[in-house]
């Protein structure tokens, strides 16, 4: 019951949070933290009970099908006989390393929104987020998942909207002006785009149904679909738009450049993360012959994504905005990961969405901290900002070099192991993602040079560079993080391992 | 001795940190903290070389499983090793202790000695690690030190360029190196260098891959050991202190180039590739003596000098004499490390004056730094009896006997310049009158034991290594070492470079003016700005970067992303706001048109109807 539990409380917890703590704003955070705490803990224990099922007394069939399939079983709900319909929640190895990616991130991002405006809404808000968004990787259910999919939407819509960065936006398309305040225009455009998107994926997930009579991914076979390519399109496309691959990346920079900067970390961290699992889920583990006939568009679409969002990167003077292409440039490496649909390919890709998730977090806090104290987003009119902020400046630094995957970093290991797997997948032609590596250095370092390097302008000189305990520990957290599992990844390799051991090998 | 690598490994990390922590709590002890680090890295490197005993340490480790790939990181120890750990941490430990004058009045001592330390690191994992990945992992540490400590100073635009400079010269070429990786990890089944040139002499590596994957470790040291086309960061990476440039841009870090194409040396041998790397040393060399002789700063003379004997050094691997080839840099790590700090003491007495126009006469304020920057220079120039001597002797002689007459004659010019840029240099500094009434009031004496000790043991090293330089050949290639004899040459180089050093002496003590009048022709103006610019390449370098890769590949794929894809993207707002408008038209509020519509309505549906009742 736990499992079904910390998906739907939420709903109840952030309404009662709010008119509880509404009068006393500040309590609010530390009952966002402790639950987020308590989600992390479950998460853990879960991965425990994954990772070694011998060791708790389970059923003997339970403990068998956990050997089989590598599902850890948490139940059925809401069942509805009739369509043969219920809410199937059960784990494996890669939505377990989600879900305590997610749980770790929500916890540090309390800590990076301490001072945020109007707090009782803002912490309810996390709350019910992480609802669904636990909701989305622990069913395999195709309806519940897009039902959950479609609620995270929800409270980033708002999230966004109300909390994001001031500014107009003005468009002009055939004649027709758009003026809307940026980050409604932001929230706006996020909320449309995956929305519209994951119609298609929705389309396809009845489809599923219609063709073989499940609701439920592990019981779907694909050999007795009748259009595999129709549904895997359909699929696909709501996975690439929310990934994003090139060309339905327009959204993000928008996006992630209005939110404030923790919920920045939430759509880099998780969002996006939501994508690359429903791709590994839905495509590669669901209907593995069609994704071999369709993997060479894959590897074209993760190429192009991530050497044109790199580009783009180079050419951006805003630092969030860079921040933002930088990150579209990293998942473009999981999308070539994940479509040499091997055994290490696909660890290789896990290893980089948390690995994307931790290195890029940080360099949107701190693009963020930078416009709240200067008030410029221009990297060319900040410049010196190592002296009079050195702590955020060398945290930048740090990330920046995971970034460009410098050695002894998590961006390194993800780099290394997605190169080798893809050379064997594809040939000796695809050691050209290789350059990715210099254009990921050309941006990071130029973004140094111009920011945190260099005489400090006048604009730097007059900011106050106060940073608060709680954002200071956030960032030495991601530090350590990326840090340590660049020098030992194995922690993270065992349990990429387990979740895709039944590709061969082992 | 496994204590001792277990040293190697973690102390210059731990003791990186431990000078930061402490330093900032206490600014001596951070300096304290790099000394007896330093003290320790080279001690550990001397026991074990005294305990070698001809089996090399040999750790196999196991860094990631992943999927069905185990990425290995091994330990492999051999004389070769030895030689790099020794002038890693010994140059090292010499250059912290003189930092401690030369950095003494700096307020971020913190700062530069642990990132010196994290270099220290870098370098000895590079040289004692068994994989490509795991030098790889080395070769990127030293690159972020390297980056790190010329952007020392980062306040200064100049130091900020320089450092941005660097890094993204030196990550070009590393990013074949990570290419290469993947190759090697499918395509052989192995990183392991040792392995590789066992394959390459069994013969059992396909030849094209062989070719590719070796010239792909090549553009990596290209990068990182100044070669053409990528060597303009090496004289910009002058604007970081003196001591870094003598340590990491003299002496060490510059050499692992050398030292990966040394370490896979049977591998690139099987290849056609020591064609190339011989080739392009040689124009390297060439173009790096050639700069020098016109530069001004003592540094920048220095770091094209450095370019020129990094090439020579290669230009030995190149045409096959390994011997030859790690000789040089043994030799040279050694005298340009002295030379370097000499000149940082230079630079430190006359109160950071760079250019060498505006000093001179400081052979009365200083005698003994004039006496070994003068061993140095010798050293530099290859003049009997000093090391330089024997291996560029070896070197040219190989070039010549290799038969390539293109390569050899180059590298001969090469080798016959450097007492030209080399003397020049010392007599604008030590001899004459001061040129510049500012500096010459304020030069002080240089201290005893900060300064002039490591100055003296560096001269008397590149002195007295003289007499084993046969024993140094012989530990590193394992075996009696033939050495090349050309019949002449040594009395032909002798003769020439007594010429040149007399036309050198004649125009910079005695002829002035006549040097003068020569430089204010027209045509030895041209040339004069080409070589003062070393070639232009770096202009080209950074047109093409500039021009091309940011203001056109990188503006269009803006301008396509904001106007094309985006544009689309808004569009739907447009587009949705038209098709109301489109239906808007049909609520006019006259009865006509409503009237029009229910005719137009009822007229489908008849017809729908008798379509489907006829039956289709």
């Known amino acids: ?506 | 001795m496994n204590n001792a690598v277990y040293i190697l490994l973690i102390a210059p990390f731990i003791g990186a940190a431990l000078a930061y922590i402490l330093g900032k709590f206490k600014q001596p002890l951070a300096f304290w903290t790099a000394e007896i680090t330093g003290a320790v890295l080279f001690l550990a490197s001397v026991v074990i070389f005294m305990k070698y005993s001809n089996v090399p340490i040999n750790f196999d480790l196991n860094w990631i499983h992943y999927g069905n790939f185990t990425i290995p990181f091994g330990i492999y120890i051999d004389h070769l090793s030895i030689v790099m750990l020794l002038i890693a941490t010994g140059l090292g430990f010499l250059d912290i202790h003189f930092a401690h004058d030369y950095m003494g009045e700096d307020p971020d001592q913190p700062r530069y000695y642990s990132k010196v330390l994290f270099f220290i690191g870098g370098m000895i994992l590079l040289v004692i690690t068994k994989d490509l990945i795991g030098a790889f992992v080395g070769w990127e540490f030293m690159g972020l030190a390297s980056y790190a400590l010329i952007s020392f100073w980062y306040y200064k635009k100049s130091a900020a360029d320089a450092g941005m400079q660097a890094f993204l010269y030196t990550r070009f070429g590393d990013i074949f190196i990570l290419a290469a990786i993947a190759l090697l990890m499918i395509f052989v089944g192995t990183t392991n260098l040792v392995q590789l040139n066992h394959l390459a002499d069994a013969g059992q590596i396909n030849k094209t891959l062989a070719l590719v994957t070796a010239l792909f470790v090549f553009m990596g040291a290209i990068g990182k050991s100044g070669q053409f086309p990528l060597y303009p960061w090496l004289m910009n990476a002058m604007e970081g202190p003196t001591t870094v440039s003598a340590l990491i841009h003299g002496a060490t870090m510059v050499n692992s180039g050398i030292y990966i194409v040394a370490r896979m040396f049977d591998f690139f041998a099987y290849t056609e590739a020591l064609f190339i790397v011989a080739n392009v040393a040689a124009l390297s060399a060439f173009i790096g003596s050639t700069s020098a002789l016109v530069q001004k700063e003592i540094k920048k003379i220095l770091a094209y000098s450095t370019m020129s004997h990094l090439s020579i050094a290669f230009v030995g691997l190149g045409v096959g004499s390994l011997a030859a080839g790690m000789l040089h840099l043994v030799n040279h790590a050694i005298f340009k490390a002295l030379l370097f700090l000499a000149a940082g003491a230079v630079i430190y007495i006359a109160h950071h004056t760079k250019d060498a126009w505006k000093l001179g006469g400081l052979i009365k304020t200083a005698p003994f730094l004039a006496l070994f920057f003068a061993m140095g220079s010798l050293s530099l120039a290859g003049v009997p009896p000093f090391s330089g001597f024997f291996s560029k002797e070896m070197v040219v002689s190989a070039a010549w006997e290799w038969g390539n007459g293109f390569t050899a004659t180059l590298v001969t010019i090469a080798a016959l310049l450097s007492i030209a840029y080399i003397t020049r240099l010392w007599i604008l500094i030590f001899l004459g009158e001061p040129r510049n009434e500012d500096v010459a009031g304020s030069v002080h004496k240089p201290s005893n034991i900060w300064m002039r000790l490591p100055l003296g043991i560096l001269a008397f090293t590149t002195l007295f290594i003289s007499i084993w330089q046969s024993d140094i050949v012989h530990y590193i290639v394992g075996k009696e070492v033939v050495e090349p004899e050309v019949e002449g040459l040594t009395a032909f180089m002798l003769t020439s470079m007594l010429i040149i050093f007399l036309i050198v002496v004649g125009l910079y003590v005695k002829g002035l003016n006549l040097l003068y009048k020569i430089a204010s022709h027209h045509f030895v103006q041209t040339i004069h700005q080409v070589l003062f610019n070393g070639y232009y390449v770096e202009a080209m370098i950074t047109w093409i970067s500039k021009n091309i890769f940011v203001n056109a590949i990188a503006k269009a794929a803006r301008w396509f992303d904001t106007y094309v894809i985006d544009y689309m993207v808004n569009s739907t707002v447009a587009m949705s706001l038209y098709t109301f408008k489109f239906f808007k038209m049909g609520h006019s509020g006259r009865i006509g048109t409503y009237m029009g519509q229910m005719v137009i309505g009822v007229a489908i549906i008849v017809i729908a109807i008798l379509i489907i009742v006829k039956g289709l």
């Open chain 1, 1 to 506: 019951m736990v499992a079904v539990d910390i998906i739907f409380a939420p709903i109840f917890l952030s309404a009662l949070v709010y008119f509880l703590t509404r009068g006393a704003q500040h309590i609010t955070k530390y009952v966002a933290l402790a639950w987020f705490v308590v989600l992390f803990i479950i998460s853990l224990n879960w991965l425990n009970q994954i990772m070694h099922p011998e060791s708790y007394a389970f059923a003997p069939e339970v403990l068998q099908y956990i050997k089989a399939t590598g599902f850890l079983p948490l139940g059925e709900f809401l069942s509805v006989p009739a369509f043969g319909f219920s809410l199937t929640l059960q784990i494996d190895a890669l939505s377990v390393a989600m879900l305590l990616l997610t749980a770790g991130l929500l916890i540090l991002v309390v800590f990076t929104s301490w001072e945020e405006k109007n707090q009782a809404a803002y912490f309810s808000l996390l709350i019910l987020f992480s609802g669904p968004i636990f909701g989305v990787f622990m069913t395999t259910n195709v309806l519940w998942f897009f039902m959950f999919w479609e609620l995270t939407l929800v409270p980033m819509l708002f999230l966004v909207g109300f909390w994001g960065a001031e500014g107009v936006e003005i468009k002009k398309v055939f004649n027709v002006e758009i003026k809307l305040p940026s980050k409604v225009y932001a929230a706006i455009k996020f909320f449309l785009y995956t929305h519209v998107f994951a119609m298609f994926m929705f389309v396809g997930f009845f489809l599923l149904f219609k063709q073989t009579g499940y609701w439920d991914i592990t019981l779907i076979k694909e050999a007795t679909l009748a259009t595999p390519a129709l549904i895997w399109w359909l699929m696909f496309l709501g996975f690439a738009a929310k990934l994003p691959t090139f060309p339905f990346h327009t959204w993000l920079p928008d996006a992630h450049v209005q939110a404030p900067s923790s919920i920045s970390v939430l759509l880099a961290g998780v969002l996006l993360k939501m994508g690359a699992y429903g791709l590994i889920r839905f495509t590669v583990e669901l209907l593995p012959a069609t994704t071999a006939k369709f993997a060479m568009w894959m590897v074209v679409l993760g190429l192009a994504t991530t050497f044109f969002a790199g580009l783009l990167a180079v050419y951006e003077r805003h630092i969030k905005k860079m921040v933002a292409y930088s990150s579209i440039s990293h998942m473009g490496l999981v999308v070539v990961a994940v479509a040499t649909m091997s055994y290490d390919g696909l660890s290789a890709a896990l290893y980089e969405m948390i690995g994307h998730a931790l290195v890029i977090s940080p360099l949107f806090l701190i693009a963020g901290w930078l416009h709240h104290k200067t008030h410029t987003w221009y990297m060319d009119e900040m410049g010196g900002i190592m002296k009079y902020a050195p702590y955020a400046s060398t945290t930048f630094i740090l990330a920046g070099m995971a970034a460009l995957g410098l050695p002894g970093t998590m961006g390194f290991v993800g780099e290394l192991t997605i190169i080798i797997s893809s050379v064997k997948a594809f040939g000796w032609w695809i050691a050209v993602i290789a350059l990715a590596g210099f254009i990921s250095a050309g941006y990071i370092i130029w973004a140094v040079r111009r920011a945190i390097h260099g005489e400090p302008s006048e604009i730097v000189k007059k900011a106050n560079f106060h940073m608060s305990f709680p954002e200071k520990f956030a960032l030495a957290v991601f530090s350590f993080l990326i840090v340590y599992f660049g020098v030992n990844p194995q922690p993270i390799f065992d349990i990429a391992n387990k979740a895709f051991s039944f590709f061969g090998g082992m």
